[in-house]
């Protein structure tokens, strides 16, 4: 992997660059749609080539309980099982072993938890989340940490942080594949001296790319990006920055603005699947009564397929009648113009007016 | 509406046409897929014209009672509403009202029926009828008929079937759009004098087209290509034959042979929703566990979008998981094979090898 810094916003730490793999160049800052059965959802390969992404997300957790690394592995990799051309990036399966594995125990050789598909138990240690993804082989691949959740006692975070930078120094000396760059996950909650030890701990074992974990956990937003505030001018200039599990507009701005290269999130495709959908001026929910005689685009500015082919009316009827295609339009769009939002922010670092098309974005969505 | 039949096979009544509708050109035989809600299930409009669809079925019933069909009007009629620009058949409701609809009541002026959406009381006449596919605006639109349910007393067909002629003549006094052609649908049972009474009284009225109805709901096929044998022949030569809500490979087939020039299915699409998926060599259960590690398409022979792109564990995975793609990848899968199937039919009808290819057809498919 090779990452380059192109531009940088005079009057804040926003930048654009270019992360190169082996599937392909990714302009940055970049929003990473999340496939997390390795399939984003509704949507084949080649719409997401057509709305322009460039990398997705797919999840370590889901892939290893099912379908099986293993068997993924023998279709060739997860590039070739979903037929994606793009790149990928893979978590380490941390996140969701806590959120939705069940009865989980920690301890410092790994952790067992149960599978939330069918109560299964499971060993997960740094090392089999690397070996898993090697197995799945995205282009970057994520050290194996601890999330832990909003709010969290000093106590508890410091023992977690700590244990989570040992594992990512495990992480580093399992990894194999050349082919592959691994990113640390700085953590820590919302404890500054946690957090500044965490990234200075894991920028002295080199890392490829860095991650910001943790965060979008239920804490405020202003917590979040006050942790950004500290956290991201600790971490090398030359290398991507990546704030997980993040993609609102707000905190893709806010994100940007204090220097993050990379995002992604759930959000805009579930909040399609239940009916809202981002236009120029805020959400909209077309699931809603209100739009069952209107016989425009879900968003009038927007150019995707979606707006220029089919009516709120329409969707709205879809969804309501609970067919799949209403499903897909709304996430079609969704995705698209949160990758075209973030493709003019791209623009507006290059042209330097950045903060001018934040302020311009948020006077018609709206601030919240 | 203009029809023209272009060839004529030698040892049976199988027939290629052209039926020209004010949104383009159809060859016959033709399979119609159906888009039941104003969408064919999983499927865009976009995908549909792929495909090769040129005329898809949408049902009366289902649009009366959502959206609503003045609300379709109010879109400018459905190719509109739901964006497709090829030919469209509105079915009458009947079928549904007696199939779907509860508590319903039949007298000579119509059909009282509780809604399956939420159980409001609703009345159905033929003009109604009529009325309402106006508003949807197909350009081809069927008579209010009774499909009696198999078996019944041959008392209960011949008034029933009596009825639908009556209500088949209010039918066309009642219909206004002349950029609609309206077709008659022949009923009567499994019983040979009815059949062809109503056959005989239909053709009398003059109708654009004519649907040999209330077939394939549980009788032995056998019984269905009995029907075909004696009603057939009784219809003009020069107009469409449709049989109506069949649409398996065998069936077709066997219609077209019989001098059926249209079809109609949900077959393909429901199966395709409940993984099986049909191959040159029979229909396949994609959802079993013997596919997890099979990496070929789902019919190795064919050369739709799908199988050239994803493989068979793939697909099972995504079903397995219950992932909307997986949906969208079979339905694709049958709707091609389907209508790829009925074009290989016509060019063997027009080359006269029609029932070289039948044989040829099953004795890979499997016969059953």
């Not at 099912?66 to 997860?78: M, S, T």
Request: net charge negative.
């Amino acid at each position: 992997m090779r990452f380059e810094v192109l531009n940088r916003a005079e009057k804040c730490s926003a930048r654009t660059g270019l992360l190169e793999t082996y599937h392909g160049i990714v302009k940055t800052p970049v929003f990473m749609p999340v496939g997390t059965q390795a399939t984003v959802k509704t949507m084949t390969s080649e719409e997401l080539e057509q709305i322009g992404a460039k990398i997705i997300l797919s999840n370590t957790y889901h892939l290893y309980l099912r379908p099986g690394h293993k068997l993924i592995e023998e279709a060739g990799g997860l590039h070739k099982f979903m037929n994606w051309k793009g790149s990928i990036l893979t978590d380490s399966g941390g996140y969701q072993v806590f959120s939705l594995g069940e009865l989980r125990e920690i301890k410092e050789e790994g952790v067992t938890f149960r599978s939330h598909i069918d109560g299964s138990l499971h060993f997960i240690s740094p090392e089999m989340s690397i070996e898993i993804q090697n197995s799945i082989g995205a282009d970057i691949i994520m050290a194996f940490d601890e999330c832990i959740p909003y709010p969290a006692t000093y106590e508890y975070a410091k023992n977690s942080v700590e244990r989570t930078t040992r594992w990512a120094e495990r992480c580093k000396k399992h990894h194999k594949r050349n082919d592959q760059a691994l990113f640390g996950i700085v953590q820590g909650g919302l404890y500054r001296d946690l957090r500044e030890k965490s990234a200075k701990d894991l920028v002295a074992m080199d890392f490829e790319g860095y991650a910001v974990g943790g965060l979008s956990v239920g804490e405020p937003k202003e917590c979040m990006y006050e942790v950004l505030d500290y956290v991201v001018p600790l971490l090398p200039e030359e290398k991507p920055r990546y704030l997980m599990g993040v993609g609102s507009p707000d905190s893709i701005f806010e994100g940007i603005q204090r220097g993050i290269d990379m995002f992604d999130c759930v959000l805009p495709t579930r909040i399609a699947r239940h009916g809202t959908v981002f236009t120029a001026r805020g959400k909209l929910v077309v699931r809603n009564a209100t739009y069952a005689r209107d016989f425009s685009p879900l968003d009038p500015e927007c150019d995707c397929y979606v707006c220029k082919n089919y009516t709120r009316a329409y969707i709205r009827h879809l969804l309501n009648a609970g067919e799949i295609l209403g499903l897909r339009l709304t996430t079609y769009h969704n995705l698209y113009f949160l990758l075209r939002l973030v493709e003019k922010i791209r623009e507006a670092i290059e042209g330097d007016y950045f903060l001018d098309l934040k302020e311009e974005f948020f006077s018609k969505y709206g601030y919240r």
